[in-house]
């Protein structure tokens, strides 16, 4: 009996392997080389080109090109076709397309047919759903986008629906509070530009204060 059981999650293991879509699961990986690269979002990788900004678009828009026959062909790609990296692949060079929001709501609305499938992360859904609002002069609804206050290095959300319920709201989706959200993104930016900051005698970013999971955030 043991031996039959094992067997059966072993042709299942295997089943789910060959469902999967190598091809594709590695090209959004190189993909996303690229994307980092001209994003800038690692220092060792970026371009100090006067003309960084134009192959960045030139990037960005070949990028569209194929994800755009991706979205057509597959619909969103969930964990069953390219693994959850490569489903997060997919999510992220679409984040960076702001200057096409009509696709990013369209990716938005295929992406939350797998949610509710749990084929792909809520968390990610909802960066995409701010990203989608912001960049259609909505405000959004998790606070993933942020801005900070150089004269302290402490981030804060970008335009945001009720700041009262916001933590609920960021919960339902698996995010953590927005204080502890905000903390993070304040620490990271600090050290990306701790020489700028500490030139200026700033040692450190500005904390929202923890109180028991309380909402300080209204208060700041």
């Given at each position: 009996?043991k031996?039959?059981?094992?067997t059966l ?12 879509d190598?091809a594709?699961?590695d090209?959004?990986?190189k993909?996303v ?17 006067p ?6 678009d ?35 060079l679409v ?10 709501q ?25 990203r ?30 009720n700041?009262?319920?916001l933590?609920?709201?960021?919960k339902?989706?698996?995010l ?11 620490e ?5 530009n701790k020489d ?5 005698g ?9 109180e028991?999971k ?7």
């Amino acid at each position: 009996m043991k031996r039959i059981v094992l067997t059966l999650v072993f042709l299942n293991s295997l089943l789910a392997f060959a469902q999967t879509d190598i091809a594709l699961k590695d090209s959004l990986a190189k993909m996303v080389i690229w994307d980092q690269k001209v994003a800038g979002f690692q220092p060792e990788h970026k371009i100090d080109d006067p003309k960084r900004k134009q192959f960045q678009d030139s990037v960005f828009t070949s990028h569209y090109g194929r994800l755009q026959k991706i979205l057509s062909d597959q619909g969103y790609p969930g964990f069953d076709l390219v693994g959850k990296q490569g489903s997060r692949d997919f999510w992220l060079l679409v984040q960076h397309l702001d200057k096409w929001p009509d696709f990013q709501q369209k990716v938005l609305d295929e992406m939350k047919k797998q949610v509710l499938k749990k084929n792909a992360s809520s968390g990610d859904y909802a960066y995409l759903t701010d990203r989608v609002r912001l960049n259609t002069s909505r405000n959004q609804l998790y606070g993933t986008q942020v801005s900070y206050n150089t004269d302290s290095c402490q981030a804060f959300p970008r335009p945001t629906e009720n700041l009262e319920s916001l933590n609920k709201r960021r919960k339902e989706v698996g995010l953590d509070s927005i204080e502890e959200y905000l903390n993070k993104m304040s620490e990271l930016h600090f050290r990306m530009n701790k020489d700028n900051y500490e030139n200026r005698g700033i040692k450190g970013p500005k904390l929202y204060v923890l109180e028991n999971k309380k909402t300080s955030l209204i208060k700041r």
